[in-house]
């Protein structure tokens, strides 16, 4: 049994849950939400906590239980404090620029990259750092991630584009002929 299943996913004030056929929408200050229900488990909307519980116990109900408690648990997040990544561009040259929903990168080709950012979403770039913001926490990884597979950081100087927590395993270069 999904010990994070169990917890119930306490709903904050200002925040409107509704509990639809396929999906429940969720409503905060930052915006609306919607996660989808799977059919294994059942949801319960109880004193300011959204209770889940199993249908059966299958496997698949097993498997979706601590899954849907925790999809819903960030949309909660998501619609009252929204999530953020940073990304740092590192190398000589290497600039980023922010204009509306445009993101300029310049990361050593011939030309500038740009990126057209999804609707909800918000980037602001400082110096080498890009921070990206929104409501969807799966939206953010995605967005992050296609933006720094334009570049990614490489093994011998550690230039690119790289999550400002990640950690790049640097490799000695050549030693060359004695």
Request: include cysteine; proline fraction near 6%; charged fraction near 30%.
């Amino acid at each position: 049994m999904s010990r994070i299943g169990k917890n119930p996913v306490p709903i904050p004030k200002g925040v409107e849950i509704r509990l639809l056929d396929d999906c429940i929408a969720v409503k905060g200050p930052k915006g609306e939400l919607k996660t989808p229900v799977h059919s294994k488990i059942r949801y319960e909307l109880k004193d300011n906590h959204v209770h889940l519980a199993r249908a059966d116990d299958s496997r698949i109900a097993r498997e979706q239980f601590g899954l849907r408690r925790t999809l819903l648990a960030n949309t909660v997040q998501g619609v009252t404090e929204g999530f953020s990544k940073t990304l740092e561009i590192v190398g000589v040259g290497y600039k980023v620029a922010v204009e509306g929903l445009k993101v300029t990168l310049n990361v050593g080709f011939s030309h500038p990259v740009e990126y057209i950012l999804p609707a909800g979403m918000e980037a602001k770039a400082e110096g080498n750092k890009l921070i990206l913001t929104g409501i969807d926490k799966e939206q953010l990884g995605e967005v992050a991630a296609r933006i720094r597979r334009v570049r990614p950081p490489e093994p011998f100087k550690g230039k690119g584009i790289k999550y400002s927590d990640e950690i790049i395993r640097r490799k000695a270069g050549k030693t060359g002929k004695k």
